[in-house]
């Protein structure tokens, strides 16, 4: 793994982590601690005019419940998940060197040759590009990167603390003769700064402390919030974009190299995290028709996302009061590599749902537990002959006996009946279903 940045990133950046991605990070063993560094969505107190009018979130905080244990978003600044994975990469004796960049790359039918700027020669069976938006990985394939930058918004973004406001809150202040044009202050954890973000409409300002304070004076009111320590700015531009294709030969693309996002709806870092997750196991079967599916998988699910984050984008520049409303679509929980024209409630492709279990001595626990790690996993509801499959697992209704769990509930999420068989694929989705006649 090599990046040329000569150090780390710190910044904010794409700090809202779904729910789907918070069952990504327990099975990789990194979700207690993205749990303890992170905090859930704050409410936002809209002042306009210096006149507070109401508090409201972008999503309604919900219960788990056993088949989805993480229905909610949590807030992360990147570069603090970025060190916790690295933390997790470190355990396996894996480090990131930095100050390394590609140089240029060959491949033929058996493995990829890579030039980095040391000096050095490496030679791998694949080659994976996720170096951003400016991919050297996907240039050099001369794969297009389909889509269009709007010269015409420019958003300010920067991390900075606020003195005067209440840091457990978000903060909207606008005034009334154009509401939708504002600032946003939204807390990041691990400290006492915020993520400072808004509308740009002045080609001349930079995004210095001093910028940043003259637009919060001129929004929310001289003296409402003095600002200190910024430690992250940049200038956004709207470039929404998807490569023509995820793959050549042993050289496949992933994240912001693959597709660019607007932040709104918080879908780009998800995107590319379920990106990686997807190709990962694939990578290490080095199976030719299972390596084939990840571009048919992640390059239709990325349109879709960047269709929802365009639409969100839209809503807020046409003023739409709503805007900030997030739904189930964002969650990323309903994504699927199912057949479309496949109209059973639970198929190949779907994601395979969360839900408690009870062995034979009464031990609770959950689906999730025996599906982490990068196996596939049988589930077999009802079984009336044993299975030679490394990871089965058997349910029945009521009564466990031997290796069997009862889980009634499975039954419901699976919409099973005895003798059905599902093979859940290493990231959590189903990859056969095998109905009961």
């Known amino acids: 793994m090599i990046d040329q940045a000569t150090t780390y990133f710190e910044g904010s950046r794409g700090d809202g982590l779904q729910p789907r991605t918070m069952e990504v990070f327990e099975d990789l063993g990194v979700l207690d601690e993205v749990l303890a560094q992170g905090i859930e969505p704050p409410a936002i ?3 306009i005019d210096g006149r507070f009018v109401q508090e409201r979130r972008m999503a309604p905080i919900v219960d788990p419940t056993p088949d989805a244990p993480y229905p909610n978003a949590r807030m992360l600044g990147q570069s603090r998940l970025e060190a916790i994975l690295r933390a997790k990469l470190a355990e396996y004796g894996v480090r990131v060197e930095l100050g390394t960049a590609l140089e ?3 491949q033929d039918a058996d493995e990829v040759s890579a030039t980095l700027s040391t000096g050095e020669t490496v ?3 694949y080659l994976v590009g996720a170096d951003g938006g400016r991919s050297t ?8 990167f389909e889509g269009s930058t709007d010269e015409s918004i420019r958003m300010l973004l920067g991390d900075v603390a606020a003195d005067g406001l209440d840091h457990d809150h978000g903060y909207w202040f606008s005034r009334g003769d154009d509401p939708t044009n504002a600032i946003m202050l939204t807390p990041l954890s691990g400290g006492d700064q915020f993520q400072f973000a808004t509308r740009l409409d002045d080609d001349q300002l930079e995004p210095t402390l001093e910028t940043l304070q003259e637009l919060v004076d001129r929004f929310a009111g001289p003296g409402v919030a003095k600002l200190r320590d910024l430690t992250w700015s ?3 531009r709207p470039n929404i974009r998807l490569a023509e294709r995820f793959r050549e030969g042993r050289v496949f693309l992933a994240g912001d190299a693959a597709h660019v996002h607007p932040p709104t709806g918080g879908q780009g870092l998800n995107t590319g995290v379920q990106d990686a997750y997807n190709l990962g196991w694939k990578l290490a079967s080095g199976n030719e028709e299972v390596l084939a599916s990840y571009q048919a998988e992640r390059r ?3 349109e879709r996302v960047l269709g929802i984050s365009t639409s969100l984008l839209k809503k807020y520049q046409d003023g739409d009061e709503r805007a900030h409303e997030r739904g189930r679509d964002t ?3 309903d994504i699927t590599y199912r057949d479309p024209a496949d109209p059973a409630v639970l198929t190949t492709g779907d994601r395979a749902p969360d839900s408690p279990l009870v062995d034979a001595k009464g031990n609770k626990i959950r689906l999730f537990d025996l599906y982490r790690g990068p196996h596939e996993t049988l589930l077999r509801f009802g079984p009336t002959e044993p299975s030679d499959h490394p990871h089965a697992v058997d349910v029945v209704r009521a009564d466990p006996t031997g290796k069997a769990y009862a889980s009634p509930e499975a039954f419901t999420y699976y919409d099973a009946r005895e003798g059905d068989e599902l093979l859940v694929r290493p990231d959590g989705y189903l990859g056969r279903v095998q109905r009961a006649r």
Request: net charge positive.
């Open 45 to 47: 107190r809209v002042v």
């Open 104 to 106: 240029t790359f060959t």
């Open 123 to 125: 030679t791998a069976d």
């Open 137 to 144: 990985v996907r240039k050099t394939l001369g794969i297009a």
């Open 234 to 236: 940049t200038i956004w």
């Open 300 to 302: 239709t699910n990325a």
């Open 331 to 333: 969650q990323q929980l």
